[in-house]
T-cell receptor
Framework: NAGVTQTPKFRILKIGQSMTLQCTQDMNHNYMYWYRQDPGMGLKLIYYSVGAGITDKGEVPNGYNVSRSTTEDFPLRLELAAPSQTSVYFC?????????????FGPGTRLTVT | AQSVAQPEDQVNVAEGNPLTVKCTYSVSGNPYLFWYVQYPNRGLQFLLKYITGDNLVKGSYGFEAEFNKSQTSFHLKKPSALVSDSALYFCAVSSGSARQLTFGSGTQLTVLP
């Protein structure tokens, strides 16, 4: 199993550009999440989804959008990139059933906005 | 709102010695607690969790964690540290309809040979 995959691994954007970070999981998990990791700050939740067609905001959603048209995919859209969005972005998924609370993380996308 | 504190940014320990990485939490209701490890330029890997039951939880790679409700703590431990345990460790608490994680700021563990 590939688990959670993310593309691209690295990206440099100019201020004002837009891009989509891709995330795919092959574990048939209902729940998916996007986090950003800033140095010394831990991970902050951007958006999450409990199933296809259902998304909701996390702690730091401003400047981002998501969609969930299938169980497998959960892309994150950055509109009008700003230097404050320079970060490492992680996608994660979890079963959401019973006591399977643990989340499985992708390898991350390192984004620099200049 | 829930929160997690990891009071030590850095922990250094000699190889073969026991290690402890500290975590305290604040939640309403029953806490669902986790430890994750992150190696350089990698995603987070699940180590162990406390949902209910025994206060001592065993996880991957010989790690264990002790849940202490009265002290609201969930410290990560290992009896004998390895150089390969050197990594960034995150404590987290789960809450909400989608079991979202709230993370601590992380503790960099360095095991010295």
């Amino acid at each position: 199993n590939a688990g959670v995959t993310q593309t691209p691994k690295f990206r440099i954007l100019k201020i004002g550009q837009s891009m989509t970070l891709q995330c795919t999981q092959d574990m048939n998990h209902n729940y998916m999440y996007w986090y950003r990791q800033d140095p010394g700050m831990g991970l902050k939740l951007i958006y999450y989804s409990v199933g296809a067609g259902i998304t909701d905001k996390g702690e730091v959603p401003n400047g981002y959008n998501v969609s969930r048209s299938t169980t497998e995919d959960f892309p994150l859209r950055l509109e009008l990139a700003a230097p404050s969005q320079t970060s490492v972005y992680f996608c994660a998924s979890s079963n959401g059933q019973g006591r399977s609370y643990e989340q499985y993380f992708g390898p991350g996308t390192r984004l620099t906005v200049t | 709102a829930q929160s997690v504190a990891q009071p030590e940014d850095q922990v250094n320990v000699a190889e073969g010695n026991p290690l402890t990485v500290k975590c305290t939490y604040s939640v309403s209701g029953n806490p669902y607690l986790f430890w994750y490890v992150q190696y350089p330029n990698r995603g987070l890997q699940f180590l162990l969790k406390y949902i209910t039951g025994d206060n001592l939880v065993k996880g991957s790679y010989g790690f264990e964690a002790e849940f202490n409700k009265s002290q609201t703590s969930f410290h990560l431990k290992k009896p004998s540290a390895l150089v390969s345990d050197s990594a960034l460790y995150f404590c987290a608490v789960s809450s909400g309809s989608a079991r979202q994680l709230t993370f601590g700021s992380g503790t960099q563990l360095t095991v010295l040979p």
